[in-house]
């Protein structure tokens, strides 16, 4: 027999699963890196899903949970591995040119990952400078910081297709 706490844990997992692995993707350029960093977070959600019955605390603690991971898994990786041009297949979700989402999700593959972590989380999943302090445990004033540094470093990646992609 289930019980009521799996029971709503599941509901929680069929209801953040697609956003998750959408910002974990944005984070990690990557479709299975983003599986596991979202299985990673669910599994530590699960850990502590009996302690937490707010469900807007465990959306904040879940999206935490993937930023830190990624941010982790990142620092780990950069030293084995190295980037390459190229990009995986994406079906667009919806919405906005191909084009400047290509574009867009290649300059973000090349950023380094405490500035990517932020510009996905201010603007791609809409959070404050405050609520992005929280989880990347840091001061707002160090995550505004950081922020204007990862659109400064956008810019020079993007170099002369951020003309390109204002115009599209």
């Known amino acids: 027999m289930k019980r009521k706490h ?3 844990f599941d509901d929680f997992v069929v209801g953040r699963s697609a956003a998750l692995r959408r910002t974990a993707y944005l984070l990690c350029g990557d479709w299975h890196h983003a599986e596991d960093l979202v299985q990673t977070t669910f599994a530590q959600v699960y850990a502590r899903w009996h302690r937490v019955r707010d469900p807007n605390a465990m959306n904040a603690y879940a999206r935490k949970i993937l930023v830190r991971s990624y941010v982790d898994t990142a620092r780990k ?3 084995t591995e190295t980037a390459t041009g190229a990009l995986p297949d994406v079906a667009d979700a919806g919405g906005g040119d191909p084009d400047t989402r290509v574009a867009l999700l290649a300059a973000l593959d ?8 932020v ?3 201010r603007f791609w999943e809409d959070q404050s400078a405050e609520q992005t302090a929280v989880l990347l445990n840091k001061s707002p ?3 505004r910081s950081s922020t204007a540094r990862g659109l400064e470093q956008l810019r020079a990646i993007l170099g002369d297709q951020l003309a390109d992609l204002s115009h599209a």
């Open 119 to 121: 510009l996905v989380l």
């Open 77 to 79: 990786r950069s030293s």
């Open 141 to 143: 004033g160090s995550v």
């Open 6 to 8: 799996d029971s709503e």
């Open 110 to 117: 090349r950023m380094t990952p405490a500035y990517r972590a």
